[in-house]
């Protein structure tokens, strides 16, 4: 009964939003949309079993192997949507919290708050991926005549799981927010750096552990058996990899907050260096995810060149040259696609953070100072600590793409050291289209809830 009243509460605010709350709803209707479409088009590919024809990508999806890549990268997408509605989901609670308030007026607890602000995500989320499974179902019919009973349960599966995984994001994002009775939201935000370094080191013990008994098991006579060694090795360097962008992350934002605290001279980088410093680690996981697309883009680029230029070059290859290139087009495609969302999140975080401080945004701009200074300062927050990082992931790319154009003795491709300056531009326009929301922020009529 309580479970239902929540729900019919989240539902009646949902529906009482105003024009910036429909905003958040598109936005999470849309990520939801993304995640169905990815989970539908794995399960539809997972359902195959051996070689089958399949009627697109120049017959890549036809052998188990080369689907079976494409189904892990499909997944693999699905780690930045469920990023991107967290994001979305901190952005809406800020909004709604003089809504929370009012309810922990009315007598609602803290874990009552948080599970009514996650039920409204429910209605946008379930909307998303009710349009995606229509569209999907659709092209899947027009391309499979008759699907199997498999391939309908795991579409089932993903129209109800999607929206739940989305609720369950937007629960998860809201944990570390509390509304007072006053109408007053307290973050309490992670202030050093040992979740990630745990996380890295983790994942660098499991790698020698699992290094340490694959060497240990080559003279035995059972090395020849299957074992678990790849996956767990898989394991341990996404582990490894991605906790350790999320450390260089926040460790560089908070070496940049220190060192630009003592040598500005202005207000926007004052502003910026003590944001930076308060709280390193707020966009560490926007920052990380641009790194490692940073790293996966300049090394695309380099083994894209020399594989074109082998299948270009030689005569006789063991398929087509549209089979080869497919693949690398749909590899091109993937990473578009995350980079894309991460951008997104990048905007929506940055948004949050505008609307999080709007009151001491306010109280600035009555003291006098410029809207300008006010507009530089979350731009310096951007790309002052993510300049040397996307730098470092930059010549890392760059490394992989140098190292792959001399084992195929090609020349070295240039347009893997553009990567990182693409990325840094398209960092800086995807934070600088939250800035329309500065004029909203800073409105006298913020200074009466402070």
């Known amino acids: 009964m309580a479970l239902r009243a929540d729900l019919r509460l989240a539902w009646e605010l949902t529906r ?39 009627p697109v990508a120049a017959g890549l999806l036809n052998e188990p192997g080369t689907r079976s890549g494409v189904i892990a990268g499909l997944m693999l997408l699905l780690v930045p949507v469920l990023g991107f509605l967290g994001q979305c989901a901190r952005i809406g609670a800020v909004h709604r ?61 993903v129209a109800v799981g999607v929206p739940l995984l989305g609720a369950a994001a937007g629960a998860l994002a809201l944990r570390r927010v509390v509304a007072s009775p006053l109408g007053w939201v307290r973050r309490i935000g992670p202030r050093t750096g040992r979740g990630p370094g745990l996380l890295f080191l983790a994942g660098v013990v499991l790698i020698g552990v699992v290094t340490l008994f694959a060497v240990l098991g080559t003279s035995s006579p059972a090395a020849n058996r299957p074992h678990a060694g790849p996956p767990l090795t898989m394991v341990g360097v996404s582990l490894a990899v991605g906790a350790g962008a999320v450390w260089l992350s926040g460790a560089m934002a908070r070496v940049t907050g220190r060192i630009l605290a003592a040598r500005a001279r202005s207000a926007a980088p004052l502003i910026a260096a003590e944001r930076l410093r308060d709280d390193p680690w707020a966009a560490a996981r926007t920052h990380a995810a641009v790194l490692l697309v940073t790293v996966a883009g300049g090394g695309f680029m380099g083994v894209r060149a020399v594989l074109l230029d082998r299948v270009h070059g030689t005569r006789r290859l063991a398929a087509s040259p549209d089979y080869y290139v497919t693949g690398l087009d749909l590899t091109g495609a993937a990473i578009a696609v995350a980079f894309a969302i991460t951008l997104s999140g990048l905007a929506v975080g940055t948004a949050e953070s505008l609307a999080t401080r709007r009151r001491g945004l306010a109280a600035q701009a009555a003291a006098g100072v410029p809207r300008a ?76 809830y402070a």
């Open 373 to 448: 200074v006010l507009g530089r300062a979350p731009l310096l927050e951007t790309a002052l600590p993510l300049a040397p990082a996307v730098l470092l992931a930059g010549l890392g790319g760059t490394a992989i793409a140098a190292w792959y154009a001399l084992l195929g003795h090609s020349p070295f491709p240039w347009a893997a050291a553009l990567v990182p300056l693409a990325v840094y531009a398209a960092c800086l326009l995807a934070a600088a289209t939250s800035l329309p929301l500065l004029r909203r922020s800073v409105h006298p009529g913020e200074l009466r």
């Open 16 to 54: 009482g939003s105003d024009r910036g709350e429909w905003w958040r709803i598109t936005l999470t209707a849309t990520g939801a949309a993304l995640a169905t479409g990815f989970a539908l088009a794995a399960v539809a590919l997972a359902s195959l079993r051996g070689s089958y024809d399949v």
């Open 97 to 157: 919290d003089r809504r929370l308030a009012g309810l922990r007026l009315a007598g609602a607890t803290p874990w009552q708050v948080r599970r009514i602000a996650a039920l409204e995500t429910g209605p946008a989320c379930l909307a998303g991926s009710a349009v995606a499974t229509v569209v999907s179902v659709l092209l899947l019919l027009r391309h499979w005549n008759r699907p199997t009973v498999l391939a309908w349960a795991g579409i089932a599966l």
